[in-house]
């Protein structure tokens, strides 16, 4: 096995690793449950050796480096440290996305997230989304492994599911419904910023099992159960921290013993965060004595990893960056397996491994194949050291959404390369890892052909995936409109908008649609025909526009009247795009992505500039044609609050286009639409 090489900054010394085990071992000897110190009990009889027990630790938004282990020597992880040192760690190990329920919704299935349909975060229920894992879809690890005599278990936080009322197991995407047979500890309502001492807001339901109980340590006490009642059946077991999530709260003992260590007030040490993992550290020793005591450890692999990069950039170094990007420190992950009967000990591994390995892996252990449209390959050769270790040709990301300032963008890597692609423009970043780590140096214009040999390769994924409506060519049109206004206005209804009172007025005029008003006024003009069938293009050409002193605002998709309506927005005095979703008179605005990091780069002031909106369904994709051909804006799904899947729904809405002035007129060249 090829051993990992690291800058000085980034290599943590065996003798450091050791040091932290034999720091965990004493700890558990003296503060330890009483489960340490019972005598190791035997494998119960008729349970086959050859079906090993799979629990995987995931903690939340927790850096690459933040364990000893990984060489932080101000966070205490000697629980970890221990399986680390008796175990393998992995040095190039990923996310399979930058953010949470995607990185979930590929450990659930082995699967690339864009190819199950969650590629963000999924927001609550009052968001105009209504995205799930559907196990129509999918095949889980719960499902394969429970083909193989394994009970399944999830204890912690599922995030899999944008619905939080009704019935937990009639809810779209629920753990049940995907084969899981024991579920404990599980979110009931939207966990918000987190929540981690009793009462939790988001399990409200939910009893506490000793006072002033605090939810992490809560999560250990319900995995001792859980091992303890199946023990003498194979079982996969998913324990999923809530911690240590976006809301930093600690116990205050473990707070106080950090804030009063040196260093304590300096970056990158964050004392909330070193308290809240220690409170994890604390909860994998006690999986790992849990398993001891009912003789399982020699027949149970444990891992223990995270769900993405660390919030905190700074904390991040030397790695490049954070949650919710694909550069490194956004998706790189640590990644510990330990298990004296499988795992090979004391050995650092460079093998680059993912979130999507995590199903093969343990359907290999169970004795069986992965399905063959599951994306990871199983790393079993390398934990064991038994078998030849099969390598995938690359490994991608694709993350289309915006959060914080973050863009649209998806990645590949090749070998030590690694391509970043913006989904706006196709602008490229290439970096060689092995001398990079910290992404520092783009070297598309140097290595050219490198660069779009790796484009290439990403792109045809992409395509692969098929995430979002693509741009609005002139291919597979059908029933094309095109409106020029030369004539009146007779065949349209000219629909008002509240927005503050004031009559707008429209006219034709030399082939132009203009809408002015005394006031603040936002009129729409519905065309008397719509879309039939789910996919269609509505283009808007505003041809010249005046000065952008005051707000002039233009609109096009589609409207039932001036309290329904989907429409694209482009503001010209901000050079701003973005969406409005209208329904029933009220303004649906839950759960939108900051698009506003946008502002000043689309500019419409060129007579041959455009947008468009282009829909699929309940998924639509914003588009600008700047002069250079059209480029991708941003994407949305409005399927929880307007279908238009639905023939029922879409004979409702016709095409429409529109303005918002403010004391203002707007000229409007014309607009087109089409099916396809």
């Given at each position: 096995?090829?051993?990992?090489?690291?800058?000085?900054?980034?290599?943590?010394?065996?003798?450091?690793?050791?040091?932290?085990?034999?720091?965990?071992?004493?700890?558990?000897?003296?503060?330890?449950?009483?489960?340490?110190?019972?005598?190791?009990?035997?494998?119960?009889?008729?349970?086959?050796?050859?079906?090993?027990?799979?629990?995987?630790?995931?903690?939340?938004?927790?850096?690459?480096?933040?364990?000893?282990?990984?060489?932080?020597?101000?966070?205490?992880?000697?629980?970890?440290?221990?399986?680390?040192?008796?175990?393998?760690?992995?040095?190039?190990?990923?996310?399979?996305?930058?953010?949470?329920?995607?990185?979930?919704?590929?450990?659930?299935t082995g699967c690339y997230p864009?190819?199950?349909?969650?590629?963000?975060?999924?927001?609550?229920?009052?968001?105009?989304?209504?995205?799930?894992?559907?196990?129509?879809?999918?095949?889980?690890?719960?499902?394969?492994?429970?083909?193989?005599?394994?009970?399944?278990?999830?204890?912690?936080?599922?995030?899999?599911?944008?619905?939080?009322?009704?019935?937990?197991?009639?809810?779209?995407?629920?753990?049940?419904?995907?084969?899981?047979?024991?579920?404990?500890?599980?979110?009931?309502?939207?966990?918000?910023?987190?929540?981690?001492?009793?009462?939790?807001?988001?399990?409200?339901?939910?009893?506490?099992?000793?006072?002033?109980?605090?939810?992490?340590?809560?999560?250990?006490?319900?995995?001792?159960?859980?091992?303890?009642?199946?023990?003498?059946?194979?079982?996969?077991?998913?324990?999923?921290?809530?911690?240590?999530?976006?809301?930093?709260?600690a116990r205050p003992e473990l707070?106080?013993?950090?804030?009063?260590?040196?260093?304590?007030?300096?970056?990158?040490?964050?004392?909330?965060?070193?308290?809240?993992?220690?409170?994890?550290?604390?909860?994998?020793?006690?999986?790992?004595?849990?398993?001891?005591?009912?003789?399982?450890?020699?027949?149970?692999?444990?891992?223990?990893?995270?769900?993405?990069?660390?919030?905190?950039?700074?904390?991040?170094?030397?790695?490049?960056?954070?949650?919710?990007?694909?550069?490194?420190?956004?998706?790189?992950?640590?990644?510990?397996?330990?298990?004296?009967?499988?795992?090979?000990?004391?050995?650092?591994?460079?093998?680059?491994?993912?979130?999507?390995?995590?199903?093969?892996?343990?359907?290999?252990?169970?004795?069986?194949?992965?399905?063959?449209?599951?994306?990871?390959?199983?790393?079993?050769?390398?934990?064991?050291?038994?078998?030849?270790?099969?390598?995938?040709?690359?490994?991608?990301?694709?993350?289309?959404?915006?959060?914080?300032?973050?863009?649209?963008?998806?990645?590949?890597?090749?070998?030590?390369?690694?391509?970043?692609?913006?989904?706006?423009?196709?602008?490229?970043?290439?970096?060689?890892?092995?001398?990079?780590?910290?992404?520092?140096?783009?070297?598309?214009?140097?290595?050219?052909?490198?660069?779009?040999?790796?484009?290439?390769?990403?792109?045809?994924?992409?395509?692969?995936?098929?995430?979002?409506?693509?741009?609005?060519?002139?291919?597979?049109?059908?029933?094309?409109?095109?409106?020029?206004?030369?004539?009146?206005?007779?065949?349209?209804?000219?629909?008002?908008?509240?927005?503050?009172?004031?009559?707008?007025?429209?006219?034709?005029?030399?082939?132009?649609?203009?809408?002015?008003?005394?006031?603040?006024?936002?009129?729409?003009?519905?065309?008397?025909?719509?879309?039939?069938?789910?996919?269609?293009?509505?283009?808007?050409?505003?041809?010249?526009?005046?000065?952008?002193?005051?707000?002039?605002?233009?609109?096009?998709?589609?409207?039932?009247?001036?309290?329904?309506?989907?429409?694209?927005?482009?503001?010209?005095?901000?050079?701003?795009?973005?969406?409005?979703?209208?329904?029933?008179?009220?303004l649906e605005t839950g759960g939108?992505?900051?698009?506003?990091?946008?502002?000043?780069?689309?500019?419409?002031?060129?007579?041959?500039?455009?947008?468009?909106?282009?829909?699929?369904?309940?998924?639509?994709?914003?588009?600008?044609?700047?002069?250079?051909?059209?480029?991708?804006?941003?994407?949305?799904?409005?399927?929880?609050?307007?279908?238009?899947?639905?023939?029922?729904?879409?004979?409702?809405?016709?095409?429409?286009?529109?303005?918002?002035?403010?004391?203002?007129?707007?000229?409007?060249?014309?607009?087109?639409?089409?099916?396809?």
């Open positions: 096995m090829t051993q990992t090489t690291l800058p000085p900054t980034m290599r943590t010394s065996r003798r450091t690793v050791l040091a932290g085990a034999a720091l965990g071992t004493a700890v558990a000897a003296v503060s330890g449950p009483a489960a340490a110190a019972a005598p190791q009990r035997r494998r119960p009889r008729g349970r086959p050796r050859n079906r090993p027990n799979v629990i995987v630790v995931s903690i939340d938004d927790l850096g690459w480096d933040e364990m000893g282990c990984y060489g932080n020597d101000f966070n205490e992880t000697p629980e970890i440290d221990r399986l680390a040192a008796e175990g393998t760690r992995f040095t190039q190990a990923y996310a399979a996305a930058p953010l949470c329920s995607p990185t979930r919704a590929a450990l659930v864009g190819r199950v349909g969650v590629t963000d975060f999924l927001r609550p229920e009052t968001a105009v989304s209504d995205n799930h894992l559907d196990d129509r879809r999918t095949t889980s690890i719960a499902e394969l492994l429970g083909k193989r005599g394994y009970t399944s278990g999830l204890i912690g936080k599922w995030h899999l599911t944008e619905t939080y009322s009704g019935p937990y197991r009639d809810r779209p995407g629920n753990p049940y419904a995907h084969g899981f047979d024991d579920v404990r500890v599980s979110e009931e309502l939207y966990i918000a910023g987190g929540d981690y001492t009793h009462p939790y807001f988001f399990m409200p339901n939910l009893p506490a099992r000793e006072p002033g109980e605090y939810l992490t340590d809560r999560l250990a006490a319900e995995v001792e159960d859980f091992v303890a009642v199946h023990r003498d059946e194979p079982f996969f077991l998913h324990v999923s921290n809530y911690a240590v999530h976006t809301d930093l709260v707070l106080a013993k950090y804030e009063a260590k040196p260093g304590a007030d300096r970056a990158p040490n964050r004392p909330v965060l070193a308290a809240m993992l220690e409170s994890v550290d604390t909860q994998v020793g006690r999986i790992r004595r849990a398993l001891e005591a009912q003789g399982l450890a020699e027949d149970t692999l444990l891992l223990v990893t995270s769900d993405n990069g660390g919030q905190s950039r700074p904390a991040n170094a030397p790695l490049r960056g954070g949650k919710g990007e694909l550069y490194e420190g956004g998706i790189r992950v640590p990644l510990v397996a330990w298990g004296p009967g499988l795992v090979r000990a004391g050995q650092d591994v460079n093998h680059l491994t993912s979130t999507i390995d995590l199903l093969p892996t343990a359907l290999d252990l169970a004795g069986g194949p992965a399905p063959k449209d599951v994306d990871g390959i199983s790393v079993v050769p390398t934990l064991t050291g038994r078998g030849r270790q099969r390598a995938r040709e690359a490994t991608y990301w694709a993350y289309p959404h915006f959060i914080g300032g973050t863009r649209p963008h998806a990645a590949v890597r090749v070998g030590d390369e690694k391509l970043v692609m913006f989904l706006r423009d196709g602008a490229t970043e290439l970096y060689d890892l092995a001398d990079d780590p910290g992404e520092s140096r783009n070297l598309a214009g140097q290595r050219p052909e490198v660069a779009a040999r790796l484009r290439r390769l990403l792109e045809a994924h992409l395509a692969e995936l098929d995430l979002y409506p693509g741009a609005p060519t002139a291919e597979r049109r059908r029933d094309e409109l095109s409106e020029t206004f030369d004539g009146d206005l007779a065949d349209y209804t000219l629909a008002a908008v509240p927005s503050g009172g004031a009559a707008a007025r429209a006219v034709t005029e030399g082939g132009r649609l203009r809408v002015s008003a005394d006031g603040a006024a936002h009129l729409l003009a519905v065309a008397p025909r719509g879309p039939r069938r789910e996919e269609f293009v509505v283009e808007l050409d505003p041809g010249p526009l005046p000065g952008a002193a005051r707000e002039r605002t233009l609109f096009a998709g589609v409207a039932k009247d001036g309290d329904n309506y989907l429409l694209l927005r482009y503001r010209h005095d901000l050079r701003r795009v973005g969406w409005d979703l209208r329904v029933g008179g009220r939108t992505e900051p698009t506003t990091v946008l502002d000043g780069s689309v500019d419409l002031d060129d007579d041959a500039a455009r947008i468009a909106l282009v829909v699929r369904g309940a998924q639509a994709a914003a588009y600008a044609d700047l002069g250079k051909g059209w480029e991708f804006l941003f994407r949305l799904d409005v399927a929880g609050a307007l279908d238009l899947r639905r023939d029922d729904v879409r004979r409702d809405y016709r095409y429409a286009v529109g303005a918002r002035v403010n004391g203002t007129a707007v000229d409007i060249d014309g607009f087109r639409a089409w099916e396809r």
